[in-house]
């Protein structure tokens, strides 16, 4: 079916150049498949790379753009047996290979040869073997493929939370009001915190996370954060804290609000060629735990989806917009120039 067959794809040229063209449907090789995509989320990544170019150095231009999807199989490579034509999948934007150093030692998420897997906001996408093998999944009845595609996120936001080990009755602080904001925030709850302290920008989305169980929203342009959650902590600051921003300066800050022998995880990526300052004392007097957290693994994308299947996370308070592909540069548009909407899906 893919011979001579044409394809609506997302192409990013440059910084802000996101063009929509008409291209090869890509063809299906042995272990490989094809997916209609049904409907493709975005992401803070997306618009970080639209606005200023990939970080890490992964992506190269032109290039197919969107990693968040989610659709049906329409064509099965050979050796596939347990695939079905118009099986309903998503799948992680990558697949490790199995067998470098790090994957010997289970730090998936470090792959050496990474299979990265680009072209989400397309009519159709192919999945590469090294994906299919660990991290495809058919997606259960009562998911949407809008709530699917976000097993990508929350996936990253499991790996991450699990390392902070979060105790039952733990306080825990949150900088930043988007959506991996609020997906730890759920996360938190989950894993048993009692005090969910939430830092942000936007009324609108403070309010979204008082919704989702935040105890306390806190507005950072009206508010002094680091004064108010120490108030609310007896003036030591909270167990664990999560930056989920993506800035040297909060990463900065999210140093100053925890107590003395807890954790921080400074989740969001910032600007290239960046760093902070630590307080030296601060990490070996207060017994601080100062983590870092990149990308996830396939057992965490199996788990965000099963957390998204039980209803235990909410998706659809995220998603505060809907567009067709042929709307996909202005969807970034508005993503970069406004803060009103968390993430917009993307319907080819
Ligand atoms: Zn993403
Ligand atoms: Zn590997």
Redesign the pocket.
């Known amino acids: 079916m893919t011979e001579d067959k044409k394809m609506k794809a997302a192409i990013l040229y440059g910084v802000r150049d996101l063009r929509l063209e008409n291209i090869d449907v890509p063809k299906i090789h042995p272990g490989e498949v094809l997916v209609k995509v049904k409907a493709a989320t975005t992401c803070g990544t997306d618009v970080k790379i639209f606005q200023r170019g990939y970080v890490g150095g992964v992506i190269q231009y032109p290039t197919v753009f969107g990693h968040e999807w989610a659709g049906d199989i329409v064509e099965i490579g050979e050796s596939l047996s347990w695939m079905k034509s118009g099986m309903r999948v998503r799948a992680g934007n990558s697949g490790?290979?199995?067998?470098?150093i790090?994957?010997n030692k289970e730090k998936?998420n470090l792959?050496?040869?990474?299979t990265w897997l680009w072209g989400a906001y397309a009519q159709y996408i192919k999945v590469p073997a090294p994906v299919v093998n660990s991290n495809i999944q058919e997606i259960p009845t009562n998911v949407t493929y809008e709530e699917a595609a976000v097993a990508e996120p929350l996936a990253c936001c499991l790996y991450g939370i699990e390392k902070c080990n979060i105790k039952t009755g733990d306080d825990v602080a949150i900088i930043g009001d988007g959506p991996i904001g609020l997906l730890h925030l759920q996360l938190a709850r989950l894993k048993g915190a009692s005090q969910i302290m939430l830092c942000g920008l936007i009324d609108q989305r403070l309010k979204i996370a008082r919704d989702l169980g935040a105890n306390v929203i806190i507005n950072a342009n009206k508010e002094n954060c680091i004064k108010k959650i120490k108030q609310l902590t007896n003036g030591y600051g909270a167990d664990v804290v999560i930056e989920a921003v993506g800035l040297p300066t909060t990463w900065e800050q999210a140093l100053k609000l925890v107590q003395k022998g807890g954790t921080v995880l400074e989740f969001g990526g910032c600007p290239a060629s960046t760093s902070i300052n630590i307080d030296t004392e601060l990490l070996h007097y207060a017994d601080i735990k100062l983590l870092g957290s990149f990308h996830t693994t396939p057992i965490h994308f199996k788990r965000a989806l099963n957390l998204i299947s039980s209803r235990k996370i909410r998706i659809k308070p995220l998603i505060t917009d809907k567009m067709d592909l042929d709307n996909i540069s202005n969807a970034f548009q508005t993503l970069s120039s406004s803060k009103k909407d968390l993430k917009i899906a993307i319907i080819p």
């Open positions: 490790p290979c199995l067998s470098c790090m994957c998936y792959c050496e040869n990474m």
